[in-house]
């Protein structure tokens, strides 16, 4: 449900041409002024690289020619995950690159909207009436050096804009990982295994549960797949992931 703002409230009808002059809508990779909140300026909409179908059906890796609906990649045919859909909303590149690291490192949280905008459209099948969303934690140390949990953003402004639960602390992140970038896919799972727990307040309450699982940036698929085991474990009955963005072919880079 979209709430309104006191000052929109106050203004009343007719508010918006003041409002935009005020605050004008920006694109949210290079602040260009655009017509709608949320939505891309021409120059980075031509540039952007949005995840379509033929994907993976549980880990959604985008394939390049047509397969059928329930096609798997060889990834998830030889290793399957503990997580039943993964959906991604554009691929790592240039373009979302910047996007994301001023999200992430330079307080762009006016982002959110747009970026929850995105990814509630790509995720529309899976947010079903009883879904419980949740973001993937950060450590408390990081935590406190960022101030904010930029997954948690995404998941509360998905779970308002669909009017979803949304449980910000189901996941506690106990072990304090070195930073995933510059690992191979076997250091990644190594260095994960065994950091995330679920939040003892929750431990009763999300048996039979379906867990939507929100992160930023899906690169091999460690982190999200850690904390679904976890999660399993906890007797979760479905756990599904929903990231910005994703790592088509898994290479060394720092995120
Ligand atoms: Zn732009
Ligand atoms: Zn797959």
Redesign the pocket.
């Known amino acids: 449900m979209q709430k309104i703002s006191p000052i929109k409230k106050w203004l009343g009808a007719g508010s918006k041409i003041l409002l935009d002059t005020i605050f004008p809508a920006l694109?949210p990779?290079?602040n260009?002024a655009v017509d709608e909140p949320g939505s891309?300026?021409a120059?980075?909409w031509g540039q952007a690289n949005f995840i379509s179908p033929p994907t993976c059906f549980h880990c959604g890796y985008p394939f390049e020619y047509e397969v059928a609906d329930d096609m798997l990649c060889g990834n998830c045919i030889s290793n399957p995950p503990p997580f039943t859909r993964g959906l991604s909303v554009l691929h790592y590149d240039d373009v979302s690159r910047d996007m994301i690291l001023a999200f992430k490192h330079a307080d762009r949280t006016d982002r959110v909207p747009a970026f929850a905008n995105w990814m509630s459209r790509t995720a529309a099948e899976i947010l079903k009436d009883d879904v419980l969303i949740a973001p993937v934690p950060l450590h408390r140390k990081r935590l406190l050096k960022r101030r904010y949990n930029q997954s948690a953003l995404l998941a509360q402004s998905i779970g308002n804009k669909t009017n979803r639960r949304v449980a910000v602390d189901l996941l506690l992140r106990s072990k304090d990982t070195s930073s995933q970038g510059g690992k191979n896919l076997k250091a990644r799972f190594k260095n994960i295994r065994g950091a995330f727990s679920v939040n003892p307040v929750w431990q009763d309450t999300i048996k039979g549960e379906h867990i939507l699982l929100i992160d930023d940036v899906y690169t091999t698929g460690a982190t999200v797949s850690a904390c679904a085991s976890c999660l399993l474990r906890a007797g979760v009955r479905q756990i599904d992931i929903l990231t910005l963005c994703r790592v088509v072919r898994p290479v060394s880079m720092s995120i």
Do not use: G
Request: hydrophobic share 10%.
């Open positions: 694109c990779r290079c260009e891309l300026c120059d980075c």
